[in-house]
């Protein structure tokens, strides 16, 4: 027998607020949560009960992230001066939300999902969409130039 939806939100929030912040940054995060809960608790009562109910989760957060960040870049972005070229600035010591999101999609998605929603390759490859060897080799990848660009402490 399925456990209530409260108890399902209990367990899992933390998890799927992690997902949505190392996809969306810290600000735009809760939204996403939102959204996520939202969606699955209109689709619960049909999910089976065998089904692995964090991956299920993670997978609507990370859908609904990317429908986030698509989202903003289609919206114009209003400033007081058009810049002669574009700006382009390093990420300030000591933010590693910043490091992360500057990754390459997979890179930071892969990243996310295995140090932040601790899921394994198996179930970051059926979300993402691809091999267990591809995202092993993302997340590594990932990993490699997070440590290139941040100190050993900002990671720990």
């Known amino acids: 027998m399925k ?9 899992h929030a933390a998890t799927v607020l992690r997902v949505c912040r190392a996809i969306l940054g810290p600000h735009d995060a809760e939204d996403a949560w939102s959204e996520t809960f ?3 608790l209109r689709a619960y009562p049909d999910l089976p009960e065998s089904a692995n109910v964090e991956a299920w989760l993670v997978t609507i957060a990370h859908r609904k992230a990317i429908d986030q960040v698509r989202a903003a870049q289609r919206r114009a972005v209003p400033v007081d001066t058009v810049p002669e070229r574009p700006v382009v600035s390093a990420p300030p010591d000591g933010d590693l939300w910043v490091a992360v999101a500057a990754l390459p999609d997979k890179q930071r998605q892969a990243v996310a ?8 390759y198996a179930e970051i490859a059926e979300i993402l969409g691809g091999t267990v060897d591809a995202a092993r080799r993302a997340a590594a990848d990932g990993l490699k130039k997070l440590r290139t660009t941040r100190t050993r402490e900002e990671l720990s």
């Not at 999902?113 to 394994?120: E, G, H, I, W």
């Open 3 to 11: 456990p209530p939806f409260e108890r399902v939100v209990d367990e």
């Open 38 to 40: 939202l969606s699955a």
């Open 113 to 120: 999902y295995r140090y932040a929603a601790d899921l394994p």
